[in-house]
């Protein structure tokens, strides 16, 4: 099991991410989902994308059970349930970040209505599988849309059912398309970062190998492979980021670097120089 902890913040800044803003990273990240429904077995959804009405579009291949099961119920839909699933970046001993399950009713999108939702799903999120939904006879995937009726967030830290409002309303974390390359440089060719971030950490966290496990505007989270078990640790920022160049001087903050905007020391006058 995974242990969680913190460093201390100040009060007036949110420690992390919302479970609202976690599921919408989650969403725009690009990992692994499936979608289950009774009686069959589950299917990969390449495109699972949130829709400003409340929905999911999802796609499933066109081939699987599920999807006869779907246009076989019409207008009433099927009940269903969405896994994605978070993965960290890194080869960990745990690697699942996080779990979300999103339950509704799931239902075939009519043909008259396929190409429009496609120009909408695809002007904020351009899967190469969208190509093959509605292409003849080459159509690879079906196109089908999920009504929301509860979303739950699971970690490590326990579990949430979050409210489709405060889902609607949160945003993706500006760094989560660049997470991953990010902290696969991190651990690949910056040790000596991870380092002064695992300097960080109280004395007793230090006795496994630290890896880096997250990034997002309000801090960077740490993984501690102990032996006697895994324990994550948060790093906040002092203050949220939301640029490249904000990210950069909070991590430099964490490390104690004492030039924040990554500049040269004076050159010290000598006298008589």
């Given at each position: 099991m995974v242990k969680t902890s913190a460093t201390t913040a100040p009060t007036t800044t949110p420690a992390g991410p919302s479970s609202a803003e976690r599921i919408r990273s989650t969403c725009a990240g690009g990992g692994g989902a499936m979608l289950a429904v009774e009686g069959v077995d589950p299917v990969s959804t390449p495109v699972h994308h949130l829709l400003d009405d409340g929905s999911f579009a999802v796609t499933i291949p066109v081939d699987a059970p599920l999807w006869a099961i779907v246009v076989?119920?019409?207008?009433?839909g099927v009940q269903a349930v969405l896994e994605m699933t978070d993965y960290a970046p890194l080869r960990l001993r745990e690697p699942v970040r996080s779990l979300v399950w999103i339950r509704g009713g799931v239902h075939a999108v009519p043909n008259t209505d396929?190409?429009?939702l496609l120009d909408l799903v695809a002007g904020v999120d351009p899967?190469?599988?969208?190509?093959?939904v509605n292409s003849g006879g080459q159509s690879r995937y079906a196109l089908m849309r999920l009504?929301?009726?509860?979303?739950?967030?699971?970690?490590?830290?326990?579990?949430?059912s979050v409210g489709l409002?405060?889902?609607l309303q949160a945003r993706p974390d500006p760094f989560c398309a660049m997470e991953s390359c990010w902290l696969q440089h991190l651990e690949s060719a910056h040790q000596d970062?991870?380092?002064r971030l695992a300097s960080r950490l109280p004395a007793t966290m230090r006795r496994g190998r630290v890896r880096p496990l997250g990034l997002d505007r309000y801090g960077v989270r740490l993984r501690v492979e102990a032996t006697d078990g895994?324990?994550?640790?948060?790093?906040?920022?002092?203050?949220?980021?939301d640029d490249v160049t904000g990210l950069s001087q909070a991590?430099?903050?964490l490390m104690g670097c004492p030039f924040l905007n990554g500049l040269q020391a004076r050159r010290v006058e000598r006298p008589g120089g």
């Open positions: 076989s119920a019409g207008t009433a396929v190409s429009e899967n190469p599988a969208l190509l093959e009504q929301i009726e509860s979303v739950v967030v699971a970690d490590a830290t326990g579990a949430e409002d405060a889902l970062v991870v380092h895994d324990h994550d640790v948060r790093l906040p920022f002092p203050n949220p980021v991590i430099r903050v």
